[in-house]
């Protein structure tokens, strides 16, 4: 007897995952199980997957749905994981309170790297894994190093093709291979969502504006992400835009609403604020928005490469100089979404949907961005960041690095071109020396 158990935290998720199902990606099984996790900072008030618009529409392709903030309680799915003395307790409880007997089990996890994924994984020892993405994160670099007893268990890697020709980093330093989940059969499961969210408005072609919740990581402050929405609107506005939705995250603060409601009275647009939970995708089926605008969602590239809908980005700039620390799993999304697509202030390249790099420079791009983040984990990515940082960094392109980073790896542009000589220049380094001589004789 074969089980499966498929873990998700997202409504997205379980949608990728059953498109996977129906594509056929996994092999049969006996039984398949969805484990849904609330992974939202207080789980208590904050409504599950299984509780969300349209998920009856997903179940169906499982035989049982387990919650596992049930089975944990009163621990937290993102701050727990078993003792190593104590996993054996743990698989020997879990497959008595999950009936799972002798079953051989196979995972299928998202974010490896960490918890609820990890734990999971630990306590199914002889498992093998398989990891699906289903965001930008994926075509960066694994955020830690993942223990080998978990790594060298992981088969491949699903994932939804969001920028075509782009081939996921993560994972890799395991060998692992990744693997389309086709666009069609994705598509196909977001369709039958369409008519879910009964008390969603009926608006045709709006401009969309997609909120993140970006104060909540700590990357800006409650006021700068509340101006972010503003500056969304305002360029809505001024591209001709007069109806405008704005898709608030689920755990914004109300009053975020309110501000853009009195910025929207002022400058005479039409807007409407949306309160039901439901998919992006949901709305670019029901609504087929003239334009969709946001910060570094990775709705904006469904909304591109799956629904061919008009994106705008604005705020990257800032928010790649705002990252920290430098290998902050956010910044291959948002270096992606920077680099892609047209920045909301440019009338021109909005209304021709000028693309930015291409799928081969993007490559380049992420390789030098990547090895940067985590050189210790891709080491063999050395040469290609150098080659990139030899030919490629200019003005526009520093925004995706740092010096002290490259100073620190020894990369090209750590040093001012200006300064390049002083390295090799014999008389500048005697004079540093004695400086540093003459520094500890004062100090001795």
């Known amino acids: 007897m074969t089980t499966q158990i498929f873990m998700a935290s997202t409504l997205y998720g379980t949608a990728t995952l059953a498109a996977a199902v129906d594509s056929d990606c996994f092999r049969p ?23 969300m618009p349209g998920f009856e529409r997903l179940r169906g392709r499982f035989d049982d749905v387990i919650s596992w903030n049930e089975t944990i309680s009163p621990f937290h799915p993102g701050g727990w994981s078993p003792r190593l003395n104590d996993v054996p307790l743990w698989e020997r409880h879990l497959r008595l309170a999950w009936d799972l007997g002798d079953d051989d089990v196979e995972l299928v996890v998202e974010s490896i790297q960490v918890n609820p994924a990890l734990g999971v994984a630990q306590i199914f020892t002889g498992a093998p894994v398989t990891v699906y993405a289903d965001g930008l994160m994926s075509y960066g670099p694994t955020r830690s190093k993942i223990d080998p007893l978990v790594g060298t268990r992981i088969d491949r890697l699903l994932h939804l093709d969001l920028v075509p020709g782009l081939k996921p980093l993560l994972l890799t330093e395991f060998g692992v291979e990744p693997e389309l989940v086709p666009t069609e059969a994705f598509t196909k499961v977001l369709a039958e969502l369409v008519d879910t969210g009964s008390e969603l408005p009926d608006i045709d072609e709006p401009a969309l504006l997609l909120g993140q919740y970006l104060s909540a990581l700590g990357i800006l402050t409650a006021e700068e992400e509340e101006n972010l929405h503003v500056r969304m609107l305002k360029g809505a506005v001024q591209l001709g835009h007069r109806r405008v939705v704005f898709k608030p995250h689920p755990s914004a603060p109300a009053r975020w609403s309110r501000a853009l409601e009195k910025e929207a009275e002022k400058i005479g647009a039409d807007l409407t604020v949306l309160d039901t939970p439901v998919l992006a995708e949901v709305l670019y089926q029901r609504m087929r928005p003239a334009l969709v605008a946001g910060c570094f969602s990775t709705a904006l590239l469904t909304a591109s490469a799956l629904y061919g809908l008009p994106v705008a980005r604005i705020g990257t700039e800032t928010l790649l100089e705002r990252l920290t620390p430098y290998e902050n799993s956010n910044r291959v999304p948002v270096t992606i979404v920077d680099a892609l697509l047209p920045e909301l202030t440019d009338r021109t390249a909005v209304t021709e949907q000028r693309q930015g790099l291409s799928t081969d420079e993007l490559t380049e791009l992420l390789r030098g961005v990547g090895y940067a983040m985590q050189s210790k984990i891709y080491p063999e990515l050395r040469p290609a960041a150098e080659r990139y940082l030899t030919r490629r960094l200019n003005s526009h392109t520093w925004r995706y690095f740092k010096r002290r980073r490259l100073t620190s790896l020894a990369l090209p542009g750590a040093v001012p071109t200006q300064l390049a000589f002083i390295p090799r220049n014999a008389t500048v380094r005697r004079v540093a020396r004695r400086a540093r001589s003459l520094k500890r004789a004062t100090l001795g």
Do not use: C, F, H, K
């Open 29 to 51: 099984a006996d039984r398949r199980i969805l484990l849904v996790s609330n992974n939202a900072a207080t789980p208590e008030t904050s409504p599950g997957i299984d509780e």
